[in-house]
């Protein structure tokens, strides 16, 4: 409001107050809840129609609701072929209003920055959801399988990944499992101060297997932890979350799902919220992709720039030529630190280095060990022990210390991967813009764009001088307007014709292949696929409070339905604008004067009259309320007429109290009695069961 009050000079030239305000962003809501579905399936055909390698799949249920979909944009898909090789998959929850569960697929690119390579909405955490988004996944990517995948500890996802990824490493995040056991942890920490610094030493520092388990043996030994459940689980899942043990896959220095829970927080604080139709949520889910290749833009472009060496060693000025701009910071990082290892020569080989920091620790024996480093000139081969680039694709501190050592003047091309470096695009013929930014022709769009907007300013100030100037504007800019949209609906039935014309002769050819002769029949309507898909049901996500049976299921309740269509009259008139709070219509009236209201009134008493009033009574009226608001109550000629009045103002939903007092006077004839009692009696008996 205050941006609308400085636009037009004051309140007072508004035109409007703010509960008109409110009341139209309430009305945009219900507009927007009105298909959404098919609205979704709209901007993915938009999405399509810039980018034929946009790619979208979805999965409806046995009552044609909306059960699982998955989409990729085609900038998504081209950086997985530059950087699929080491993915992070995580789900989250409150992310639309049908609480679908949000899987995304994250990766890292050659700046290090956390990319998106796919996104897929859930109706459930079973098996079979992720097994067929894994596939959709696999069928987007051209069936390129990741090296490696990092997720949390979900039962049916682990059961999942196998059978779709079967070459795939699957490894579990460490945060996950830390924070799994962080109570029983906090324990140990109270009772033993140093435990915590120790246990993370062992975690971090470069291990081998053996070394691990020695360090970690040593550890229970010293605490006498032997019968600690969580450090019993924790050894036993060991393989499935210590790095020591896959040290010679590439994880692309992802060890956690860091880059998952970031990328969530981004989507969930700037973007997508919990009460985001399906179209709007992938609208912004777009636009986060859209944000990150800004970042990812402008990351390369600071890349292109130049930069000075800390020393003069010619192997530095390789890799700073090489990299990019982020993954040069990180390898002077390590070369800062790499000053603090002492060299010395093997006795056995000449070309084995013994490498050591400095300042060993005297506390873990572990912590004192000499990685042992083969240098080979002659050869081009240069390895360590503690499997670092093997596993990271970048230098460990071990290895740069014998480079300046060995004053190198140049690393050897197979040590320098492609996925880091400033030129780490695989498929330059692959087109990865997700919007066109040419015309047929060639022409730039924003070449055009920036012409227009300029001429446009123009007459724009020449208009404004007097008001014959700006008649002539104002006149021009319609003129064009419309005749621009002539053009585009021109445009329009020519295609429709097009395609009428092509599904015709398609037609024809097929009939006549296969009886030689054409088909006399007239072809059906060409409906659109997407009409009779139901919005999804409410998703029932871990830790939900639900009854069992729904979680059994994995089911909810749906959402809550749009607005009602308005009755009309025998003119054909909407008979009024505002809902029933008791039978959810739009017929004239509010929940004072509806009939289905005074009707159940006269069902409880009549219900209390049989049985007597019971401590259920209040779940049988709504019940009862309940029943006939799903039945249509229709009016008799003797019935007396009720109050429409709608120049009062009645509250949506009324509390039943707060016309007790007058109802009490209110006489039931014996003969109403007898016509109602026997018409309901079924239903009372059954509610009454069921009411207790």
């Known amino acids: 409001m205050g941006l609308l009050t400085r636009l037009h000079g004051g309140r007072d030239k508004i035109g409007c107050h703010n509960r008109d305000i409110l009341n139209m ?23 399509k129609k810039e980018n034929e390698n946009f790619f979208y799949d979805y999965k409806v249920d046995d009552e044609n609701r909306l059960e699982n979909v998955f989409w990729s944009n085609a900038s998504s898909r081209a950086a997985y072929a530059d950087f699929g090789d080491c993915i992070t998959f995580d789900t989250t929850y409150k992310s639309n209003k049908h609480h679908l569960p949000l899987a995304v697929f994250v990766g890292v690119n050659n700046h290090l920055q956390s990319t998106i390579f796919g996104v897929a909405l859930m109706g459930n955490e079973s098996e079979e959801s992720f097994k067929w988004v894994f596939s959709r996944f696999l069928e987007c990517m051209g069936g390129k399988q990741p090296i490696y995948i990092l997720t949390d500890q979900c039962p049916a996802m682990a059961k999942a990944i196998p059978k779709i990824f079967p070459r795939t490493l699957h490894k579990f995040c460490r945060w996950h499992i830390m924070n799994k056991h962080k109570d029983p942890l906090k324990k140990l920490y109270k009772l033993f101060p140093d435990l915590k610094d120790q246990l993370t030493a062992i975690l971090n ?60 927080f981004v989507l969930k604080r700037g973007f997508v919220t919990e009460r985001d139709n399906l179209h709007i949520f992938a609208k912004q ?67 084995n280095y013994l490498v050591h920091h400095y300042n060993q620790s005297k506390e873990f024996a572990w912590s004192r060990h000499e990685f042992r480093v083969l240098a080979d000139e002659a050869e081009g081969r240069y390895e360590c022990e503690c499997k670092l680039w093997e596993h990271t694709g970048l230098f460990c501190h071990h290895v740069i210390a014998v480079f300046e050592h060995l004053r190198l003047d140049e690393i050897p091309s197979k040590y320098i991967l ?8 695989t498929n330059p013929d692959f087109n990865r813009r997700d919007y066109r930014t040419t015309t047929e022709d060639g022409t730039s769009i924003e070449y055009r764009r920036t012409i227009l907007y300029s001429e446009a300013v123009k007459i724009i100030n020449k208009g404004c001088s007097s008001e014959a100037k700006f008649q002539i504007a ?28 092509n599904e015709q002769s398609s037609n024809q050819d097929n009939t006549t292949r296969e009886t030689g002769e054409q088909n006399d029949i007239p072809q059906a309507e060409n409906n659109d696929p997407y009409a ?54 739009i017929d004239g009236h509010n929940s004072r004067t509806c009939k289905a209201r005074q009707l159940a009134k006269k069902l409880l008493e009549t219900h209390e009259k049989v049985y007597g009033p019971t401590a259920s009574s209040g779940n049988i009226k709504v019940c009862i309320r309940n029943l006939l608001a799903r039945q249509h109550i229709p009016e008799t000629d003797d019935e007396e007429k009720l109050d429409t009045d709608e120049g009062e103002c009645f509250e949506d939903e009324t509390d039943d109290e707060e016309y007790e007092q007058e109802d009490e006077d209110e006489d039931i004839t014996e003969q109403e009695e007898t016509q109602n009692t026997p018409d309901v009696d079924d239903k009372l008996e059954n509610l009454n069961k069921k009411g207790g």
């Open 532 to 585: 009779d898909i139901q919005p999804p049901l409410v998703a029932i996500t871990k830790g939900s409070k639900t009854t069992d049976a729904a979680r059994k299921n994995g089911k909810c309740k749906p959402p809550v339905p749009a607005r009602p269509e308005p009755e009309l009259d025998e003119y054909g008139r909407p008979k009024g604008t505002r809902i029933c709070g008791t039978c959810n219509k």
């Open 474 to 501: 104002l006149s021009a800019f319609r003129d064009a307007n419309s005749r621009l949209d002539n053009e585009d609906a021109e445009l329009e039935n020519n295609e429709d014709a097009e395609m009428e014309n």
């Open 418 to 425: 492609q996925r880091y470096t400033k030129d780490a695009v």
């Open 205 to 264: 520092h470069p291990l081998m297997p053996s070394e691990f388990e020695d360090a970690w043996k040593a550890l229970i030994e010293k605490y006498n932890l032997h019968d600690i459940n969580v450090m019993i689980n924790l050894w036993a899942e060991r393989k499935l979350w210590i790095s020591a043990y896959w040290k010679e896959v590439f994880c692309a220095r992802m060890t956690s799902t860091q880059r998952s829970e970031s990328m969530n």
């Open 285 to 351: 889910v777009n636009n986060c992709v859209q944000a990150r290749h800004e970042a990812e833009n402008a990351e390369a472009n600071a890349s292109t720039g130049t930069r000075k060496t800390v020393t003069r060693y010619g192997f530095e000025a390789q890799v700073m030529d090489k990299y990019t701009r982020a993954v040069y910071s990180v390898f002077q990082e390590r070369q800062y630190h790499s000053t603090a290892f002492r060299i010395k020569t093997s006795q056995d080989n000449p070309n």
């Open 25 to 47: 962003k309430a009305e945009n809501t219900r507009k927007e809840s009105i298909n959404e579905v098919q609205n979704m399936f709209k901007f993915f055909e938009v999405m």
